[in-house]
């Protein structure tokens, strides 16, 4: 069985990486961190839009490119790798899988097309305190085709137009969604170790509100969405830590100590040496989800939890360790290094953080052996 792209595939992955290295330097993640009126980079969002990829796996008759999850997946490894500031995560990995994955004829037909061309920006709104998702979490409800309550922490909900929202109705709990412009809706900035990447609280009051799926499948489908996404944030955690990997190994050459470059002495090496180890085992367990989300496996809850674990892991320890091999230099706000410690705390939280998903790992090796 070969998990490695195909070498169109590869082609696609060459060329995002040439547009993001022209149109996406780390300068432009700093000018968003610079600025506090901003949380992403409204120009970069619509050259990407230009550029298809938001419609990467949406069907044609949508607007879209029609391609699969694999391209997406080669896509999102370059995204990581650039630190993209844009809301493409929350747009194309939650809310475009969610439609997919549960959304009406009429829905995708509404919200499928604007999604494609850049129009709407999608945010998941499920959270509402810490620890993993589940039943007594959710206390939001709709009533009479409305919804009230509040969702925190959301990434990228103040700045989106479109939600996916889990609540209660009629004692059953479903997903809904929920425009952003709207009346009932109100937003607060929570502020975050990444401010490039925007986190919100949603408070609903009464918001009009339209049930995507069937009643009472909200947690199925939500986890659907979350084993989905999972695997694609682990590709762009993978490129965030292979540059953050290239960052420290491009530092150990050119920096001297005591007549030699610090590459050469053994403490270097071993750093370098366990970051790419780890990375990689997430990109092995990356690749193995990208199969997995192709093909509609039956093992893709499992390749999600193994992806979504080791590639959080590798990203931060990566990030780390890159930070550490800079030493004294690293701890500065001119070099990057803080940048990829941002992003790498920001992505493990987003889908749920890693405590969680080591328990989602363990049941599902649990459930696989009792089979």
């Known amino acids: ?36 009126e901003r949380s992403y980079d409204a120009d970069l969002w619509k ?11 949406i069907p044609e008759e949508y607007g879209g490119l029609g391609l699969g999850g694999v391209e997406l997946c080669a896509i999102a490894e370059e995204l990581g790798r650039a630190l993209a500031p844009v809301p493409f995560s929350s747009t194309v990995y939650f809310v475009v899988e969610a439609l997919l994955v549960a959304g009406s004829n009429e829905q995708k037909q509404r919200w499928l097309p604007k999604i494609a061309v850049g129009q709407t920006i999608g945010c998941f ?37 479109l939600a996916v929202v889990l609540a209660r109705e ?21 502020q975050t170790l990444d401010p490039t ?32 996404a999972a695997i694609l944030l682990a590709f762009e955690q993978v490129g965030g830590s292979d540059r953050a990997l290239e960052m ?17 002495y053994q403490a270097i090496k071993h750093k370098l040496a366990d970051i790419y180890i780890k990375n990689e085992l997430a990109r092995s367990n990356a690749y193995y989800g990208a199969w997995a989300l192709a093909s509609g496996a ?17 990203f931060w320890f990566a990030a780390k360790e890159s930070l550490q091999t ?46």
């Open 197 to 228: 990447r925007g986190v919100a609280r949603l408070v609903f009051d009464g918001a009009p509100a339209e049930r995507l799926g069937g009643a009472g499948e909200g947690l199925a489908l939500a986890q659907a969405v979350l084993d989905r």
């Open 170 to 190: 009629a004692g059953q709990i479903s997903l809904f969604l929920v425009e952003l412009g709207g009346e009932g809706v109100r937003r607060e900035t929570l």
């Open 248 to 264: 420290a190994r491009d530092y150990a050459l050119q920096r001297f100590a005591f007549g030699r470059p610090i590459g050469s």
């Open 298 to 314: 039956a093992e893709l809850p499992l390749a999600a939890a193994a992806a979504r674990v080791s590639a959080t892991e590798a």
């Open 326 to 371: 800079h030493g004294g230099m690293g701890y500065t706000w001119d070099v990057d290094c803080h940048l990829f410690y941002r992003r790498a705390q920001q992505l493990g939280l987003m889908a749920g953080g890693a405590k969680a998903w080591k328990e989602r790992l363990v049941s599902q090796l649990e459930r696989r052996n009792v089979a």
């Open 1 to 36: 069985m070969d998990f490695d792209f195909s070498d169109d595939q590869k082609f696609l992955k060459t060329e995002a990486r040439k547009f993001l290295d022209a149109r996406s330097p780390t300068s432009v993640a700093r000018g968003v961190l610079d600025d506090p």
């Open 125 to 161: 709104a499920s959270s509402e305190r810490p620890g993993p998702l589940s039943e007594s979490q959710v206390t939001a409800r709709v009533d009479g085709g409305r919804v009230s309550g509040a969702k925190a922490p959301v990434t990228d909900g103040d700045i989106a137009d």
């Open 47 to 57: 050259a990407i839009a230009a550029q298809g990829w938001l419609g990467t796996t």
